[in-house]
């Protein structure tokens, strides 16, 4: 999920509370005659579970199918091994980018088909560490004047980022400036990355309509890589939809 800094503090997040202790519309219950909000019904998809239903990652198995969300946490140590630098021609940022080691030909491989059909895309975004995340979180918190409810639909808390994998990536373009936020899911890059990224190893880990499963909205800058455990191709389009 993006970082907190550069192009993405452009983006602004809203979210209308239409019924009383929820910000999610309210729908008529099957069965009954009275109003419920949506949140109740739903789990209110953005919340954590309690702290002690929350698991801690495996982080013995393999590290590129590891699960991260919010109902499983990383370690605050935990770092992943073979952590590289991206290249400048890949990432374009003036912070240092760094991905595990597996996941760089992939990589590079995309950005060469991306270029082949005329698509500008680079990287903004690689692993980042339990502190980073937490600074992350903590300036976006801030910035939705202390509303951790809002800032949980869109920030993972320190621990439950897949950033923290140095498996997961935050794509821009040119096509917004090199920024991050609901714009880019309507650049040429976006539906290039939807068609051909499972091609490559990579899921989109946010898909739109997935809020439920996934615990935060829509984002369709932040792919994953995950090898050949990636879904069917055909698949992972219907979730970028």
Same mark, same amino acid.
């Given at each position: 999920m993006g970082d907190c800094r550069g192009a993405r503090e452009r983006a602004s997040l809203q979210f209308v509370s239409v019924c009383p202790g929820s910000r999610l519309p309210a729908?008529?219950?099957?069965?009954?005659?009275?109003?419920?909000?949506?949140?109740?019904?739903?789990?209110?998809?953005?919340?954590? #579970?309690?702290?002690? $239903?929350? !698991? @801690?990652?495996?982080?013995?198995?393999?590290?590129?199918?590891?699960?991260?969300?919010?109902?499983?946490?990383?370690?605050?140590?935990?770092?992943?091994?073979?952590?590289?630098?991206?290249?400048?021609?890949?990432?374009?940022?003036?912070?240092?980018?760094?991905?595990v080691r597996e996941r760089v030909d992939p990589l590079r491989q995309l950005a060469a088909a991306a270029r082949r059909d005329g698509i500008d895309l680079a990287v903004l975004s690689g692993y980042r560490s339990f502190g980073r995340q937490r600074a992350v979180y903590a300036s976006w918190v801030a910035r939705q004047g202390g509303d951790?409810?809002?800032?949980?639909?869109?920030?993972?808390? #320190?621990?439950?980022? $897949?950033? !923290? @994998?140095?498996?997961?990536i935050d794509f821009t373009t040119k096509e917004i400036e090199d920024g991050i936020g609901p714009a880019f899911q309507r650049s040429r890059a976006a539906g290039w990355l939807k068609t051909h990224a499972p091609e490559f190893g990579f899921r989109l880990s946010y898909p739109k309509g997935r809020e439920v499963e996934t615990g935060y909205q829509h984002e369709g800058w932040h792919w994953r890589f995950w090898g050949e455990a990636a879904p069917d191709p055909e698949v992972d389009a219907e979730r970028a939809d």
């Open positions: 729908l008529l219950v099957a069965g009954g005659m009275a109003l419920a909000c949506l949140g109740a019904v739903a789990g209110e998809w953005w919340r954590y #579970p309690p702290r002690d $239903e929350i !698991q @801690l990652s495996d982080t013995e198995g393999d590290p590129l199918a590891l699960i991260v969300d919010k109902k499983h946490r990383l370690p605050p140590d935990y770092v992943p091994q073979n952590l590289v630098v991206l290249e400048a021609g890949t990432s374009r940022t003036t912070r240092e980018v760094r991905v951790q409810d809002a800032t949980d639909r869109f920030s993972a808390r #320190p621990g439950h980022s $897949e950033h !923290q @994998l140095g498996t997961a």
